[in-house]
């Protein structure tokens, strides 16, 4: 989400005719993705205490209330499904038009208040963001609203590098968590057993599941030390596409997942389970890879398999895959929220 908005930041800076601010308000106000020197960057004076929670939220609450006041922007964009309810409480009575964009699986729940609240309160947004086609569908069904546009997430470009050459890797990024289920997709790269093969798995324990220690007993029961390789988190991602020659993709539940458009854009051809929701944006079934049902590990190793001994259609995928993926450059994912806006105002 962070990555997404630095880089409708940047877009957006570059219009001659558009002032641009970022009103940071979290725990945490810090900035790790790069943004242009013409973004006006608003945090607030005060660190957020979460031993006095209630109170500091009611801080933050008015903190964003009074700058965007002072600002009075055209329009506010707020991202985060928890965070789209905290705004439009914000700026409740003002006359700025809003709109929101959802980034999780779109048929999960958030718990009862935050269920409640979006039913609630996304219907005085001006405009909803959907990610996908399935996501706006589900939308519709949870809260009324006659104005979701579906725009997808923008794609960096991913250039060959002349120093990475391409190995016999399969490889899987993402969190160490169990919807991404990399046990399965361990167990069923093992029992190809392709000498010469290796799996990948990029990413780190999250949401206190601690599954690394599993995934490393698999890995350990199965004497696979050398063909299946835990790399932890990895400040250099694109080094690993690039020098991999498949992408395998196990999760069951997503809202927009990017590390299958930069596999694409790498050049891989990418399998990938069928869920809800994303895939099916990006993936062409047997074009530019596989969309296999999900849950459906037997077909999952199957397709996998046929790409691992068939380098041409390895090839012919993956020069599809990174044409493919164009649609979803920063220019047309940033032209599309402009013009989304702007016509909505």
């Known amino acids: 989400m962070e990555r997404v908005m630095s880089e409708l930041a940047g877009y957006f800076c570059q219009k001659s ?23 006006l960057i608003h945090k607030p004076k005060t660190v957020f205490n979460n031993n006095l929670r209630f109170f500091h939220s009611i801080g933050r609450l ?19 499904e928890y965070w789209n309810s905290f705004v439009l409480i914000a700026l409740m009575g003002l006359r700025f038009p809003v709109f929101v964009s959802d980034r999780c699986q779109p048929d999960k ?11 609630t309160l996304y219907p005085k947004a001006l405009g909803v963001v959907a ?13 009324s609203h006659d104005n979701i546009e579906v725009i997808g997430n923008p794609i960096r470009d991913i ?34 057993s392709k000498p010469g ?20 007993k698999i890995i350990a029961d199965s004497n696979a030390e050398k063909s299946v390789i835990l790399e932890g988190k990895q400040a250099d991602v694109e080094a690993f596409y690039l020098k991999s020659r498949i992408f395998a993709f196990t999760s069951s539940s997503e809202g927009f997942p990017n590390v299958i458009g930069e596999a694409m854009s790498a050049g891989l051809p990418v399998i990938s389970f069928d869920c809800i929701a994303g895939p099916s944006e990006m993936i062409n079934d047997d074009r530019n890879g596989y969309l296999i049902p999900l849950f459906d590990y037997k077909q999952f190793q199957e397709k996998l398999e046929v790409l691992m001994e068939r380098s041409d259609l390895r090839d012919s ?8 993926i164009k649609a979803f450059s920063i220019y047309s994912i940033g032209e599309k929220y402009l013009q989304f806006i702007l016509s909505s105002e």
């Not at 590098?161 to 997709?185: A, P, S, Y």
């Open 17 to 39: 005719d558009m002032e641009v601010h970022m009103v940071l308000y979290g725990k945490s106000v810090n900035i790790f993705y790069p943004v242009p020197s013409n973004l």
């Open 62 to 80: 008015l903190f964003l209330r009074h700058r965007v006041k002072e600002i009075h922007p055209d329009s506010v964009l707020s991202f985060g």
């Open 109 to 119: 729940s958030l718990g009862k208040v935050h269920d409640w609240l979006r039913k």
């Open 131 to 143: 990610q996908t086609e399935k996501a706006k569908m589900i939308y519709h069904s949870q809260f």
């Open 159 to 192: 250039n060959l590098r002349n120093n990475i050459e391409r190995e016999n890797i399969v490889l899987m990024v993402g969190r160490l968590i169990k919807t991404k289920n990399q046990d399965k997709l361990i167990e069923l790269f093992i029992r190809i």
């Open 197 to 216: 093969w290796r799996l990948v798995i990029v990413g780190y324990d999250h949401l206190k599941q601690n599954n690394s220690e599993k995934l490393r």
């Open 317 to 324: 995928f993956g020069e599809k895959a990174k044409e493919d």
